[in-house]
C-alpha cells in the first residue's frame, strides 16, 4: 500500500526532496497526480520511497510510520511488491492551506549525542508499576471494599462520580506523595492502576474535594475511626505502648480555625494543631483529632484521648501513656492515676526543678541510666500539682566542643565558641515524673524509645499528606488527615511483608516497592505486566515481592474457607509476627446461620 503522508510542505520544499529522490520505476504502479505541481501532459512513473526512506524523510522513527499506518494517519493507496511508496504519494500543502498534524517526536542533542524523542498517549503504562501487590493486598484483607462500601457518600445526580472512583483517587494520590489536590492531575493519565482497583476512571481534583463537602462530620470521622479499629484493634491484646502529641501545620491562606498561636518553625504564622494517638512499638496511628491553632495544648486532647481508651475497651488499653513535656500535667496525671494507667511524661524545665537538679548535682548516688546519661530518682510535688510524685532527674556530661550563637539581631547572628577551663564541667539534663515503679535504667530507655515514635510524626508530616491538602473549611481537613493516617497503616503493615524485622519510612519504601515503570500488555485473555524499576535495589525488591506473592497464593487456596477479617488477621500474623513471636492471632468466631 503506498502511503499518502499528511505533512504541510511548500512548493520549493517539495522540488527540493524531487531532486533528492533515487531515479526508479515500477511498472506495476501508477503515478499519481502531484497536487502541488499538477501537469496536463502525462509523466513518467514516479520514483519510490522504502519505509525506512518516508521515515528518515519525516524525521520519525520506523515505528512511528508504521503506527501513522495502523491509526491511519498516512492516506492508503497501495504498495507494490517491493513495499515501497511513490513520491508522488507524498502529498504537500502549501503553507497556510490547513493546520498541521500534531508533531509526536522531537530531537535534543545532549552530551552523548542526539536522541530522537517520541510521545505515545496511547500506550498502557503507569509509574507506579509495583502496585498490583498493594492492590491485591488490600483485596485479601477487605480493606478498600470495606472502606469504599461504609463511606456515607451519595450523590442524587446521575452524572456524579462512583463513590469508589472517588476514593480510589485519593488512595492512590496519597501513595503518590501528593500533598496538593492539584498533584491528582498526575494521575489522570494512569490506564494501569485504576482498573485493577476496581475503578472506572481517575476523577478530577474538583471531584474529589467536592465529594468531600458531602460527608457529613461526625458521620465521616466515625467511618473513618471504625477502620482505623478494624486495622489496629487485633494487635492490642498485647503490651503496647501509647505515645501522644502535638504538630503544627502552618497555614497560608484564608481557612477555618486558622489562628495565630505557638508555631516553633514559623512564629507568627497560621496554623492548624493535629492530636495524633500511636502505637508506639508498632508506629500504627489510632486515631488523629484537627483542632485550630490556638487548640495546641494538652487539655484540648485529653477529652479525645479519654473517649479514644473507652471505646477501645479496659482490655485493650495500653501498658503505659507517654508523651513530651506539655502533657505533663495535673489534670492528665491525676485522671490517669484515678484510671490505674501508668504514665511517664518529661517535665519542663520551671524553678522547682531546677532546684531540685541544683541540690542532687552535690550528691555522689546518680545511677547509671544508660547511653551515657546518669538518674537520680526524688519526690517533687510543683505548683498546681495535688500531691507528691516521684520525679526521675536524670544528667549527661557533655565532653565535645561547644559554640554559642546569639540571635538578638536575626540577620547577623553572632557565633562563639565556649571554653570551659579544666576545673569547669558541662551537663545537659532532664527531668521524668512517672506512676511506674520501674528502677531508673528502665526509665531512662523507655523514655529515649520515644523518639522512635517521634521519627513516625515527622514522617507523616513531611512525607504524607499532613502538610497539605488544605481546604477552606475544618471539617475537610479532619476527614483527609484520617484518611491519610488510615492509608498510613495500610503501606506500613504492607511493608512489613517485605520486611518484617523493620519499619520502613516512606521516604525510602515508596521509591524501593512502589515506584517503577510498568507497560501492560493482553494477549490470549491474559494481562501482563513489565515493570522496569530505576532503583540501586531493585533485586531486595523483586525478592520481596517474590515472597510476598507466595504467601498471597497460599492464602488465596484458603480463600473459599476464610472470611474477608479471617483473612486479615492472617495478614497480620504474618507481618508481624516478630512482634507477636510468631504467635498467630485468632479471629472473633463468626455467628452461626440462622
Known sequence: MPIRLKRNLTTSSLEEISRLLPEESDSELSAAPNPVTPSPEPRPSPPFLTLREAADWLCVSLSTVKRLLAKGELTSVRIGARQKIPSSELTAHLAGEQPSVEEWSA???????????????????????????????????????????????????????????????LLLSVLAGHRRYAHITALRADTVNPPLLGMRKVVSEDAVRRALAKIGEPEGLAWLQVHFNYCVLPLLNEPWVLDIDSTIKPL????????????????????????????????LVLSVDVQPGDQHHPKHAADGLWSLLDRLGRARWPALLRGDAEWGNEPVMSRAEREGLPYLFRLRATTNVKRALERAMAEHDWRDAGQGWQGKETSLRLMGWSRHRRVILLRRKLNRPLAVVDRSHPELPLLSFAEVGDKREVWEYAALVSSLDSEILTLGQLYRDRAACENAFDELNNHWGWGGFTTQDLKRCRLLARSVALIYNWWSLFVRLADPEHHREAITSRPLLLQAIARQTRHAGQTKLTVSSTHGEQHKARRAYLRIASFFAALRKKAEQLDPVQRWYHILSEALRRFLKGRQLVPPARLEPA
Open 107 to 169: 530531537v535534543a542533542d545532549t552530551f552523548g549525542g542526539r536522541v530522537h524523542v517520541e510521545w505515545d498517549a496511547a500506550e498502557p503504562v503507569t509509574p507506579l508499576g509495583q502496585l498490583p501487590f498493594f492492590i491485591e493486598y488490600l483485596k485479601q484483607g477487605g480493606l478498600f471494599d470495606g472502606w469504599v462500601a461504609d463511606c456515607p457518600l451519595s450523590f442524587s445526580s446521575p452524572n456524579a462520580p462512583r463513590k469508589r472512583d472517588v476514593l480510589g483517587t
Open 252 to 283: 497560608y491562606g484564608e481557612q477555618e480555625g486558622a489562628v495565630v498561636s505557638y508555631n516553633p518553625h514559623k512564629p507568627g504564622r497560621p496554623s492548624h494543631c493535629y492530636h495524633t494517638y500511636m502505637i508506639s512499638n508498632l508506629r
